[in-house]
């Protein structure tokens, strides 16, 4: 299993593209190539992660859903007896879409929904209708029962502040888990946006708590800090040419100071601030499965 802290969670963006036009979204300030992971690049990049027993997950700043290779990809990994999850956003479901996405049998399926006010929903989401998003929602909901783990994920902001409590059981009495966490911006990159309002943006260790037990991956297999990067600036290395072990002793230098990186500066990520993780790495999925649990973000917020 893992040999190093920082590989336990991986993200992997198989594309930065999409056709949505999320409100809480800044990828239109991605300067960084766009593009969709080749076969080659996620053969070399996923052999590394599944060797290495990382919880993978396909999200990042774009719609893995539009990936022609998505389903196969899930499948691939999970016949590696690995782990594979999948952040996904209504805008992108059909019948035919979420009968594959079942049918693919990733561990976990997160689906982006930001609110169940129609207003809100729609000014954050407006590629897609409230009642739409919701019926196709449903649809792969029921699919997944029984088969694949599911929840929702919603996301509080500046016109939504006080929904939490309506939210959860909303979906709870629909028998989905649901959680609710607060908009950040993304690094700093959310900006002039009537929605999110920085609140504090301070680190006082100085280190972040996410990098210790995260990695990201973009769809070129280059590492970087983390998905709010949008312009390759924190580069760390590459998984085509460099091993799991290089990239772990490069980020273990750099967790030794305060994060050197500009858009840390200006970050809200609640996650940011998890303290470093104790012990050695998890030695089973059990005891992976235990870590996450005690810093889910329920748990921080
Ligand atoms: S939040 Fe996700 S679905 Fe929305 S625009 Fe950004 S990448 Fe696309
Ligand atoms: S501090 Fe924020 S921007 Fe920097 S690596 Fe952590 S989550 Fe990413």
Known sequence: MHSDWSTVSVDMEIT??????CLMCPREGIIRPKGMMSDNAFKIVSDKLVREGSLITFSGMGDPLSHPRVFEWISGIRSKNSDVGIVINPASLNKGISQKLIESRPNSITISFPSIQKEVFEKLCPTVLFEEALKRTL???????GKVGLRIAGITTEINGDEQKDYVSFWKLRDIRAVMTACHGRGGNLKDSDIYELKTSSLDSGRCGL???????????EVLACCHDLTGATRIGDLINDDVSIIAERKQNILKDVMPFPVCQQCDEPLRLYPPPQGPPPKSR???????RSISRDNLS
């Open 286 to 292: 059990k005891e992976r499965t235990r870590f996450f």
């Open 211 to 221: 990098f210790q037990f995260h990695t990201f991956v973009t769809w070129e297999a």
């Open 16 to 21: 930065n593209q999409c056709g949505s036009e």
């Open 139 to 145: 649809e792969l909901v029921d699919l997944s029962r």
